[in-house]
């Protein structure tokens, strides 16, 4: 688009008076008085107009060319036109400067050549000459809530318009703001000054835009908003990139000079269906991994320590920009961009970009459901509700505190799904966790009776926000290849993971917060009395396959006086100990794919706290080093085995052995991959005891005759109870727990075993029990 203006506004029909202040003569014979309206100029010096660009800038009218600006500290202002000519200026009034010539038939690309008090002469480009910055077919996705690549239109860009005179460099501003009367941008280019630089209303678009010549990357802005109270707010910018961090407000103007070395990555994802793959998530809070490293300094450790450990995703609570730390993120201010106290936004796409050439993939929090309440962010942006539902029973988090989406207007909506393909994207990232699904969902979600509105059916269902997480899903794996979806829903919502167009949410995954409820009420309940609660690990089978569900052992379950995973069991430090490395294994064989926060990996003892670090000195103790190693034995294996993960949403990936156990406190169960199960399937047996006693002579029904080897065995945790890792048995031709064939093994108390079939070029004649070369570390 060209910068210059070529629909001139009509011009003002009252004159303004002559000059009052200082002026030269004009440098063209045919200058005559400048016509301008003087209740524009009143409006703009009271910070009220609207349509700025009809008063400044240049207009055709019936006296001819006519040439406005402000500049109030200025002593003598000029305009050199492109056809070379040079026009005087007269000051009208409060640093308004006009003139009005019939010499010039036509607009012209000009500078304004301006003198202050220091006697030099600046040349500047006026931001009034410039033709709209947002073109209608923009406007119409926009107010239609269809604009999928939203941010690359509204926020501050970068631009460069070539003219007559020369390139001219500056920065386009664009927000919306329906219902304001005026905005003005303001920030480091102009001193911060709330008349200067007023911005003009598209229409009835409600976006409001200001070409701004000479601003540049690194500059920090905001926008000033009349409402329609008349009182002026200031406002961080909705669609920022990049922001100061609080309690400082401003936006920043920013672009990317990150060069992505993550093609290999990128073109293996867009064939891939990691719904089907192996997913073992580490989920990650910034600012208390490793506190004072930010995202360089995670680019190398934490990538290091993700790729020793085996995972193949990482999961970071929200990065998004908000202002209070113990939030964890999830009171955002700054949708658009990540969090400045632990770096820029290109290094943040370098933590992505060395994630993925290390091979893990990067899931991120968002958060949708809400939005902080402080008065410089989205609350009330343009002085009334816009951001949020104007009605309190709907736009009102009673929980949380914080105010709720309104779902249902289209620039809103528009707002939230754009944003999820934002990071998508933009950022490379390979999956998006949603958070708060189920406060989206319904209604009443934390309301009482006549605290909430029901929908247009009579229900509690928020037919709204069902559309936006539809939309959202769809739009996201129409748009990005490869990537997943994930909800966190913590109520029996049918169809969370079903596709739209079948009715279903749309997700590629759910979180399954009743198995994580129902575990962790078993581990915190003492081995004598396990078997009085044997069903709430066996209860998970009853719906595992429902949905697509991912395992979450997250952050939310290590604080608020939760305790530390470690601590959810009793007895002696080993025997707790024993349980968490036997509770491990129980999870990575589990259908579903698994999530642990960090800490969890090596037993940290202390609640999680986002302000300090974790308590790294604990892997120089053996005890929790050895959890450490097990993480990295269990992805290992993991990995390797396609049983453990290929059918995890499908019945025909597991097979119960023993879920009524109930005496002992153990479980006993098949995985499977695709194929025949009697002959080439790949497959997995499980067994895990979690009472206190070791059940010897065990025997385990197993699909398929020949050698078994042991590949996993969570014993270890001391040096006196080594584990069997490697050993070989035989099934024999027995039928057991609906098998045709049977082995023999030790299950110690509080440990889990997995066993595999040993490849057909290692089967040799049978033999009872025989030692095999340990596929991980002896006594791990």
């Known amino acids: 688009?060209?910068?210059?203006?070529?629909?001139?506004?009509?011009?003002?029909?009252?004159?303004?008076?002559?000059?009052?202040?200082?002026?030269?003569?004009?440098?063209?014979?045919?200058?005559?008085?400048?016509?301008?309206?003087?209740?524009?100029?009143?409006?703009?010096?009271?910070?009220?107009?609207?349509?700025?660009?009809?008063?400044?800038?240049?207009?055709?009218?019936?006296?001819?060319?006519?040439?406005?600006?402000?500049?109030?500290?200025?002593?003598?202002?000029?305009?050199?036109?492109?056809?070379?000519?040079?026009?005087?200026?007269?000051?009208?009034?409060?640093?308004?400067?006009?003139?009005?010539?019939?010499?010039?038939?036509?607009?012209?690309?000009?500078?304004?050549?301006?003198?202050?008090?220091?006697?030099?002469?600046?040349?500047?480009?006026?931001?009034?000459?410039?033709?709209?910055?947002?073109?209608?077919?923009?406007?119409?996705?926009?107010?239609?809530?269809?604009?999928?690549?939203?941010?690359?239109?509204?926020?501050?860009?970068?631009?460069?318009?070539?003219?007559?005179?020369?390139?001219?460099?500056?920065?386009?501003?664009?927000?919306?703001?329906?219902?304001?009367?005026?905005?003005?941008?303001?920030?480091?280019?102009?001193?911060?000054?709330?008349?200067?630089?007023?911005?003009?209303?598209?229409?009835?678009?409600?976006?409001?835009?200001?070409?701004?010549?000479?601003?540049?990357?690194?500059?920090?802005?905001?926008?000033?908003?009349?409402?329609?109270?008349?009182?002026?707010?200031?406002?961080?910018?909705?669609?920022?990139?990049?922001?100061?961090?609080?309690?400082?407000?401003?936006?920043?103007?920013?672009?990317?000079?990150?060069?992505?070395?993550?093609?290999?990555?990128?073109?293996?994802?867009?064939?891939?269906?990691?719904?089907?793959?192996?997913?073992?998530?580490?989920?990650?809070?910034?600012?208390?991994?490793?506190?004072?490293?930010?995202?360089?300094?995670?680019?190398?450790?934490?990538?290091?320590?993700?790729?020793?450990?085996?995972?193949?995703?990482?999961?970071?609570?929200?990065?998004?920009?908000?202002?209070?730390?113990?939030?964890?993120?999830?009171?955002?201010?700054?949708?658009?961009?990540?969090?400045?106290?632990?770096?820029t936004p290109d290094d943040f796409r370098h933590l992505v970009d060395e994630l993925h050439q290390a091979g893990i993939g990067v899931i991120l929090d968002w958060v949708p459901g809400h939005f902080a309440t402080d008065d410089w962010a989205l609350a009330r942006f343009d002085g009334q509700p816009l951001y949020e539902h104007p009605d309190k029973r709907l736009g009102w988090h009673p929980e949380w505190g914080s105010n709720v989406f309104d779902y249902g207007r289209p620039e809103v909506r528009n707002f939230l799904v754009a944003n999820a393909i934002y990071w998508l994207e933009e950022f490379h990232v390979d999956g998006l966790r949603v958070d708060g699904v189920a406060s989206m969902l319904y209604l009443d979600y934390a309301r009482q009776a006549g605290e909430w509105v029901p929908n247009r059916h009579g229900g509690r269902e928020n037919l709204e926000a069902v559309a936006l997480l539809q939309e959202t899903n769809a739009t996201a794996y129409k748009r990005v290849g490869g990537i997943v979806t994930i909800a966190e829903e913590s109520t029996a919502w049918p169809g969370v993971t079903k596709p739209t167009d079948q009715g279903g949410l749309g997700f590629g995954f759910k979180w399954n917060m009743g198995w994580m409820n129902d575990s962790l009420s078993y581990l915190g309940e003492d081995p004598l009395f396990r078997s009085h609660h044997h069903g709430k690990l066996t209860f998970s089978l009853m719906y595992a396959f429902s949905e697509n569900y991912v395992l979450p052992i997250s952050h939310d379950e290590v604080v608020h006086g939760k305790g530390s995973l470690l601590r959810k069991s009793q007895g002696s430090r080993e025997e707790q100990v024993a349980t968490l490395r036997a509770f491990l294994a129980y999870i990575w064989s589990h259908p579903g794919k698994q999530l642990i926060f960090m800490g969890c990996e090596f037993g940290q003892e202390s609640e999680w706290s986002e302000g300090r670090s974790l308590d790294w000195w604990l892997l120089d103790l053996p005890l929790h080093y050895r959890v450490h190693n097990l993480v990295k034995e269990l992805n290992g294996i993991y990995r390797a085995n396609p049983a453990l993960w290929e059918l995890d949403s499908h019945p025909s990936g597991f097979q119960w052995l023993d879920a009524d156990d109930a005496a002992h406190s153990t479980f006993a169960w098949l995985r499977f991959g695709t194929g025949d199960r009697a002959v080439d399937a790949p497959v997995v047996a499980c067994v895990v005891n979690f009472s206190g006693e070791t059940l010897e002579g065990y025997r385990v029904g197993l699909p398929r005759p020949g050698s078994w080897r042991v590949v996993l065995d969570t014993a270890g945790y001391h040096p006196g109870a080594p584990s069997s890792t490697g050993v070989v048995v035989e099934a024999r031709p027995e039928a057991w727990q609906q098998q045709a064939h049977a082995a023999t093994i030790t299950v110690p108390r509080l440990s889990a075993v997995w066993l595999v079939p040993e490849p057909a070029e290692q089967q040799s004649a049978p033999t009872a029990h025989r030692r095999a070369k340990p596929t991980s570390k002896e006594g791990s």
Not at 49 to 65: A, E, R, Y
Not at 229 to 234: E, K, L, M, P, T
């Open 1 to 343: 688009m060209s910068p210059e203006r070529r629909t001139p506004p009509q011009p003002g029909s009252t004159p303004s008076p002559t000059s009052s202040g200082p002026s030269g003569p004009s440098e063209t014979s045919g200058a005559s008085d400048p016509h301008l309206d003087d209740r524009a100029v009143d409006a703009f010096l009271q910070g009220r107009n609207g349509q700025p660009h009809d008063l400044l800038g240049h207009h055709l009218g019936p006296g001819g060319l006519t040439i406005s600006c402000y500049r109030p500290l200025a002593t003598s202002v000029r305009a050199r036109l492109d056809s070379g000519d040079e026009v005087q200026l007269q000051h009208i009034r409060d640093g308004i400067w006009s003139m009005t010539s019939p010499d010039f038939g036509s607009t012209h690309d000009y500078r304004l050549l301006v003198t202050y008090g220091d006697g030099v002469e600046h040349e500047q480009d006026d931001p009034y000459r410039f033709a709209p910055t947002v073109g209608d077919i923009d406007r119409h996705l926009i107010n239609e809530g269809r604009h999928e690549q939203l941010w690359t239109v509204l926020g501050a860009h970068l631009r460069n318009y070539p003219g007559p005179m020369g390139d001219v460099w500056g920065v386009a501003f664009a927000v919306w703001a329906p219902r304001a009367t005026a905005v003005h941008v303001i920030g480091d280019f102009n001193g911060w000054d709330r008349l200067s630089h007023p911005m003009r209303a598209l229409g009835e678009s409600g976006i409001w835009e200001l070409f701004l010549p000479g601003a540049r990357e690194g500059m920090n802005y905001q926008f000033a908003i009349r409402g329609a109270d008349d009182i002026v707010r200031f406002k961080s910018d909705p669609m920022a990139r990049m922001t100061e961090v609080a309690p400082k407000q401003a936006a920043i103007v920013t672009e990317t000079h990150h060069v992505w070395q993550d093609e290999a990555w990128m073109e293996r994802r867009k064939g891939a269906d990691a719904h089907v793959g192996p997913m073992s998530i580490y989920e990650v809070h910034v600012g208390s991994w490793r506190q004072g490293l930010g995202y360089r300094g995670l680019a190398e450790h934490l990538v290091n320590y993700v790729r020793d450990a085996g995972f193949t995703h990482v999961e970071f609570l929200p990065v998004m920009e908000h202002p209070y730390v113990p939030s964890w993120g999830y009171h955002v201010t700054g949708y658009y961009a990540p969090s400045s106290r632990w770096g």
